[in-house]
């Protein structure tokens, strides 16, 4: 693993983060923006990057932002609105050539800070406000995003078993927020949401290229116009919930194929001792083709193309999920139940553990060769409020044996099972 | 071993072709982690009726491409996913209409690696039992494509353009087609396609190229290949004119998806002739449809099209089309209104500061896929297949005149060569 590490700083109410590098041709800059994960303000959150994007102070018109982007060299922009444990964090992200590769008058590391501040925090306003047709074009944009969804069965299925199995929580909000909120948003009242996250949300900045921790603060003092508010933090509350009876929801649709779904909850978190052996349980279980899930309804019983496991140490969630004939669900299903039970009962092998060992090491490791998952790893430290490095997180990974798994496995307990199936279908 | 030194990018590639004619590639990433690598065989889902020199012609099942991309991962002592665990490796494989690629990631045990990709590539294993097995599982992948709106949509496009050519036939096959394939038809197309001089092997990522040449040397010397004839790929002759005006699917959607394209009538080019038709069909389809014009304004702001609207140009040298669209409310509004925009530009060409930036936004997009190996990698290969140096892009998009643009415009846009393909709710 290469020995660098982000230089850490502030500018204002938010926290920077600098890697220095030569090794990419482009600068990587990446903004964390997040906050609670709450009803109230799901919708208007998720909304307002959409309408940033549309105009600012200097480019007005959707089509000069655009035009701007590509003076750059195209630069890549764009943003994601995703939930994280009990947070709901919109990041956007920049990426830009380094100018030693082009004939660039400018600076683009400077033009990128400058096109992010300006679209983070000078947007166009009209009397005080957002622009009203970019509120209304853009809450259309999003309600047909919200009906989308439906559209790619393997997400939809698995975002429904989501919000099946937490429903009585925060997490079972999409992070696109609610569609009976869309209709009440005001230009006035998107505005009033949007400085509110601004001015309350965690924010953290990222940079990897051929700069440095100085250089990125004067930008951002430069380019970004925040308020004196105070810098806000992630704050982790310990998941206490427990898996209630395990509960079966059927749901039909025009579909050829059924998707099987399982959720499972665990009191195993990121910031836990236990989250390298929660790791290993994924992997064993159904992260890699070599994992029990795969070998046993794909490789032996053939009776799905994919079938994998994930963990969410944020959330303290694990999913399954499958894609299987529909006349096949309960055979599928004893199938999956009985993997789960050899990994209660640490029915594990050796080879498993070597082989599940070696991939997670693989995975740490390449993370250093790609800017975006550099500051992945970086901001999960921020959020969780663990300071974990890859290579300790490596050696917790090494050093877990068969009864740590075991002991991990009894912490994942089934909650929900969740199946789309066809129409016609008894 | 060759050297090939691209300043202008600050990549250097080896370069060496076996005793065999296996053809083998090196781009070394000093400081990179890991090491990515393909070995790629020129046969795709077209390559369905062939001939190797002094054999007899052959036609073969629609899908058999890729149902032996498959079983090649199964071999006597189980599967080789396992192996790659064992060391540390991501492995996987794809097959598209004119290639099939075998690949790993690791960071550690790269020599290792790269001898059991080269060995399981080069080692068939094809019986009964496991044939039969496997068409349960490409059954269930092909069933989770035909409930993908995104793939329905784009192959219902390339259906309607094309009648003959087996571009047309779905590269996984259909359950139908699948069943007649048997251990002898496998063994037919390896012993056709896997001969080392229709291969490609490339490397990526943080190695030492002599080291990787001296393995792929020894690793070959010690198998026992006979030269073998050329290889004819028959194809019937493509009709000009498109199969059908305009195709329908029904599936479960939120909103109707609307493809529409053009079919070239002139196709045949190869190598630096074909990159530069390419690459300003691209240019040009980005100058017509990108996100910074008029057109894509215009058609947003109507409601016409939303985020998901995007435009690709697909050439080989014997298809070639243009795939344009997305969600819309209204297939055919949307196809009029295109149209009457299209028409206009039509009239008046593009404008040379449009021309000069969208050239700078490929230029800036190919840098910027630069730092991702599995990208070089893919792009690559798939341009040395067709005869094209994939490390000469920056300098043909240099040298590309407004004037070609515009010409390449008035000949791909033949309302005449379009077809579309829409999916609606059943």
Not at chain 2, 223 to 244: L, M, S
């Amino acid at each position: 693993m290469n020995k660098t590490a982000f230089q850490h700083g502030n500018a204002g109410r938010m926290r920077i983060h600098v890697l220095p590098s030569k090794r990419f041709k482009t600068f990587a800059i990446s903004l964390y923006a997040g906050i609670p994960l709450a009803e109230e303000t799901v919708t208007g959150t998720a909304l307002t990057p959409f309408v940033l994007r549309r105009g600012t102070a200097s480019y007005p018109e959707t089509r000069q932002i655009r035009e701007q982007l590509e003076q750059m060299y195209g630069a890549g922009f764009g943003f994601d609105v995703y939930k994280r444990g009990n947070y709901q964090i919109v990041q956007f992200r920049m990426d830009t050539i380094n100018d030693s590769f082009v004939k660039s008058q400018e600076s683009l590391l400077e033009s990128s800070f400058a096109f992010l501040g300006e679209v983070v925090t000078r947007p166009v306003l009209e009397e005080g406000r957002f622009r009203g047709s970019y509120v209304q074009a853009e809450k259309e944009n999003v309600r047909k995003k919200m009906e989308a969804i439906v559209n790619d069965k393997i997400r939809y299925a698995s975002e429904r078993c989501i919000e099946e199995m937490c429903r009585n929580e925060p997490y079972r909000l999409h992070p696109l927020g609610q569609r009976k909120d869309l209709e009440g948003i005001t230009p006035q009242s998107l505005y009033d949401a949007y400085r509110q996250w601004l001015d309350h949300a965690s924010l953290d900045l990222y940079v990897v290229g051929d700069t440095s921790l100085e250089e990125v603060e004067k930008l951002i003092g430069k380019h970004f116009d925040l308020s004196a508010a105070a810098e806000a933090s992630y704050k982790q509350e310990k998941s206490v919930r427990k898996a209630d009876e395990v509960r079966t929801v059927v749901e039909k649709m025009e579909v050829s194929q059924g998707k099987l779904n399982m959720g499972l909850r665990t009191s195993v978190t990121y910031a836990d001792d236990q989250y390298a052996a929660a790791l290993m349980y994924n992997g064993i279980l159904g992260g890699y083709p070599h994992s029990k899930l795969f070998m046993n309804v794909r490789e032996k019983a053939s009776l799905a193309y994919y079938a994998s496991s994930r963990y969410d140490g944020h959330k303290g969630i694990g999913t399954i999920q499958s894609g299987i004939e529909i006349q096949n669900y309960e055979k599928a299903l004893e199938i999956i139940k009985m993997q789960l039970e050899d990994m209660r009962a640490g029915k594990i092998t050796e080879l498993e553990m070597s082989q599940t060992k070696a991939m997670i090491r693989n995975l740490l490791l390449e993370i250093d060769d790609s800017a975006f998952e550099m500051i992945a790893y970086d901001f999960n430290r921020q959020f969780s409020g663990k300071d974990r490095s890859r290579a300790e997180l490596l050696q917790q990974v090494e050093a877990i044996r068969i009864e740590d798994v075991k002991a991990a496995a009894e912490t994942f307990e089934l909650d929900t099972i969740y199946f789309l199936k066809g129409q016609k279908e008894e | 071993m060759e050297k090939l030194q691209f300043d202008n990018l600050q990549e250097t590639l080896y370069k060496e072709v076996m005793d065999n004619g296996l053809h083998v590639y090196v781009l070394p990433k000093p400081g990179f982690q890991k090491t990515y690598a393909t070995f790629a065989t020129k046969y795709g889902s077209v390559d369905n009726h062939f001939r190797v020199e002094g054999q007899e012609e052959v036609s073969v099942p629609d899908g058999i491409a890729h149902f032996l991309e498959h079983k090649m991962f199964e071999e006597p002592e189980g599967d080789i996913f396992a192996t790659f665990a064992s060391n540390g490796a991501s492995a996987n494989a794809f097959t598209s209409f004119d290639q099939t690629v075998y690949l790993f990631s690791a960071t550690e045990n790269v020599k290792a690696n790269l001898e059991t990709l080269i060995n399981f590539v080069q080692h068939p294993y094809f019986t009964d039992q496991n044939v039969e097995k496997e068409k349960g599982i490409i059954g269930q992948e092909i069933n989770m494509y035909l409930d993908n709106a995104d793939w329905r949509v784009y192959f219902g496009l390339i259906e309607a353009m094309y009648q003959i050519h087996p571009v047309h036939i779905d590269i996984a096959g259909t359950v139908e087609s699948i069943s007649t394939i048997t251990k002898e038809t496998l063994y037919t197309c390896y012993n056709a396609f896997y001969h080392p001089s229709n291969m490609l092997l490339f490397v990526v990522g943080g190695v030492n190229p002599e080291e990787v040449f001296e393995l792929v040397r020894a690793n070959q010397a010690a198998k026992d290949y006979k030269p073998q004839g050329k290889i004819e790929r028959i194809f019937e002759p493509e009709n000009v004119e498109v199969a059908e005006k305009r195709r329908v699917a029904k599936l479960a959607v939120s909103m109707p998806k609307c493809l529409f394209g053009f079919k070239e009538k002139t196709v045949g080019f190869t190598g630096s002739e074909l990159l530069r038709r390419d690459l300003t069909t691209k240019l040009m389809l980005d100058l017509l449809f990108g996100t910074s014009t008029e057109l894509y304004q215009k058609l947003y702001d109507e409601e016409l099209i939303s985020d998901s609207f995007s435009h690709e140009y697909n050439s080989s040298p014997q298809y070639a089309f243009s795939a344009v669209g997305g969600d819309t409310p209204d297939p055919d509004k949307l196809l009029a209104r295109v149209r009457e925009e299209v028409d206009n530009v039509l009239k008046n060409g593009f404008k040379e500061s449009d021309f000069e930036r969208a050239r700078k936004k490929k230029i800036g997009g190919y840098l910027r896929m630069l730092n991702s190996p599995e990208n070089i990698a893919h792009e690559f290969t798939r341009y040395q297949f067709r005869g094209s140096d994939f490390f000469s892009v920056v300098q043909v998009y240099e040298s590309i005149t407004l004037q070609e643009v515009n010409d390449r415009l008035k000949e791909h846009v033949d309302w005449n060569q379009m077809a579309v393909s829409i999916v609606v709710n059943p």
